[in-house]
């Protein structure tokens, strides 16, 4: 019971309360690039979902055993880096291999996903996050933790897909037609999930 | 010791993934047709967009993907039809060789009217943002060369009078002026038009006249489009306006036109129509057909083109049923 409790205060926590779109403004580049159709944006999600879940799996690992037993704790950004750019070539393989129509859809974003502050971020914070009792994050709860942070990233993508697909047919002015909206949109989302900090668990 | 680990932690993550991937690419092999490589070679890469893809890369998958027609290289012109025809193994058809041109006779040194100085920031773009342009004519060219910068190919050239003109060998037609050019005046129109309005001057009558610098503006007078025989000119806000497809260039409203404000390349160079005797059998249709009105003759009688009145149109050469009209 205690370990389930302690996801659901996880699962809270990364999706909604720390989000890394709009609490951390991490990962804000496919959030605005990829966020115009919901399939594709669903798409990038699953992607986003599988690398961040991943990469904190791999990350905690190389971490632990690799780095910080032979003092390297510099070489973090480069390791991890790495990590991350196999994963999300992997994952290009394979949505190239078995959905060319996301893979055309999600086009230049997908190899970004690299570069993706927030997958990068998930793996760091996965090293100096703690629990409201001081002991350090571990495996199990680096993996669930990026996995929360990657549902947390989807459910802010799909959301803002969903609105922007109903812009398209709104009555704009001209001037706010496309990023304008959309920019504008974001903000009152942030606004909204700002409500979220307020929980104390 | 110091040096060493790391280099073989982070060089045995390396190899790791390096073949992770290797054994990842060989499962999740996608089959890319071998003709996008060839076509991205065979294109230009220029990456201009004239084709309307995000580059040659997206226009040589177009082409292999969704069948898009092979002639849209503008840069490339025939030769690099031909050569993608080669590697479709379909027939490259006519590629249409079109240039920019530009609607005004204005904008130079020499042949403008100012209404101020502009001291701003020297480009058209941000000239015409200031009370319209510092130019009288608000339709017409400020001078500031937008086009010819914008021009990757320096198809566009600045006389000393900062005149422009578009080097018919170099352009393109891949329309980066054509965006460039706040008043947009610059369109992409068939090589072969040699009839074409030189105003964009949606003013009527005199103002339109005094604001232009070369008094060669378009008026609104629409005794082109009465004179038109094909019906190709239709006044569009006090400004003539060809239609390119109907057009004959004959070069009547040239002619006609009070302000000279349609440029004829080919003033004067038109042949006349001449019927040859003993092959005319009077059938009339060629008198009928002519829209001035040069060809006369009686039902089965030998007809006779007025050298005078004939603007060489060419229509009579097209109808004569027995071919026996020819320009000379």
């Known amino acids: 019971m205690e370990f389930l409790a302690k996801m659901m205060v996880m699962a809270v926590g990364a999706i909604f309360v720390q989000n890394f779109v709009l609490a951390r403004f991490l990962g804000l580049c496919p959030y605005l690039g990829v966020s115009k159709k919901l399939d594709s944006a669903f798409g990038m999600g699953m992607a986003v979902i599988f690398v961040m879940t991943m990469a904190s ?24 880096i790495l990590t991350i750019a196999t994963l999300v070539q992997f994952v290009e393989m394979v949505i190239q291999k ?57 459910l802010v993508l799909v959301l803002m897909a969903g609105m922007r697909e109903r812009l398209e047919y709104a009555n704009l002015p001209k001037s706010m037609k496309g990023m304008p909206i959309a920019l504008i949109v974001a903000g009152a989302m942030a606004l909204a999930f700002l409500g979220f900090s307020g929980l104390k668990m | 010791m110091i040096i060493l680990i790391p280099i073989l932690i982070i060089g045995g993550l390396g190899l790791l993934y390096g073949i992770g991937l290797a054994i990842a690419s060989v499962a999740f092999h996608v089959e890319v047709d071998p003709r996008v490589e060839r076509i991205i070679d065979a294109l230009p890469g220029a990456n201009c967009g004239a084709c309307g893809k995000p580059g040659c890369g997206g226009y040589a998958e177009a082409i292999v993907e969704d069948g898009v027609s092979i002639t849209l290289c503008a840069p490339g012109g025939a030769a690099t039809a031909q050569a993608l025809a080669e590697i479709m193994g379909s027939v490259a058809g006519e590629t249409i060789k079109k240039l920019a041109y530009i609607h005004c006779s204005c904008g130079g040194t ?39 910068v914008s021009c990757l190919f320096d198809a566009i050239i600045v006389d000393e ?8 060998d170099k352009c393109t037609a ?132 007025d050298q005078d009145k004939c603007i060489g149109c060419e229509i009579c050469v097209e109808k004569c049923p027995k071919k026996t009209i020819v320009m000379v």
């Not at chain 2, 502009?118 to 004519?137: D, F, I, L």
């Not at chain 2, 009078?161 to 018919?168: A, C, E, H, L, S």
């Not at chain 2, 060629?286 to 003759?297: E, H, S």
């Open chain 1, 98 to 154: 078995n959905s060319p129509s996301l893979y055309k859809s999600l086009g230049v974003f997908l190899p970004l996903i690299t570069t993706n502050c927030a997958v990068l971020g998930v793996a760091i914070l996965n090293t100096t996050a703690k629990w409201a009792d001081g002991t350090p994050y571990n495996f199990l709860d680096a993996v669930l933790n990026g996995f929360f942070s990657g549902v947390g990233f989807t």
């Open chain 2, 110 to 148: 020499d042949n403008t009217k100012f209404k101020f100085d502009y001291e701003g920031v020297q480009t058209c773009k941000s000239a015409v943002t200031v009370a319209n342009g510092p130019n009288q004519c608000s339709y017409g060219c400020v001078g500031y060369n937008d086009c010819v």
């Open chain 2, 174 to 305: 891949c329309g980066a002026c054509v965006k460039a050019c706040p008043r947009m005046l610059i369109e992409i129109v068939k090589a072969d038009q040699q009839v074409k309005i030189e105003c964009t001057n949606k003013e009527k009558g005199i103002a339109a006249k005094n604001n232009c610098g070369t008094t060669r503006g378009c008026i609104g007078c629409g005794i082109c489009a009465r004179v038109c025989p094909v019906d190709a000119i239709t006044m569009e806000n006090n400004l003539a306006v060809i239609n390119y497809e109907k057009c004959i260039n004959c070069g009547l409203c040239a002619s006609k036109c009070p302000t000279k404000a349609i440029e004829d390349l080919m003033a004067g160079k038109r042949k006349k129509a001449k019927i040859i005797e003993e092959n005319c059998i009077g059938c009339t249709i060629c008198a009928k057909k002519c829209p001035v009105g040069a060809i006369t003759g009686e039902l089965k009688q030998l007809h006779t083109v």
């Open chain 1, 57 to 80: 799996a791999i990350t905690y690992l190389i971490q632990v055993y690799l780095l910080i037993p032979y003092g390297l704790g510099y070489l973090q950004t480069i390791a991890f």
């Open chain 2, 161 to 168: 009078n900062n005149n422009r003109t578009i080097d018919p």
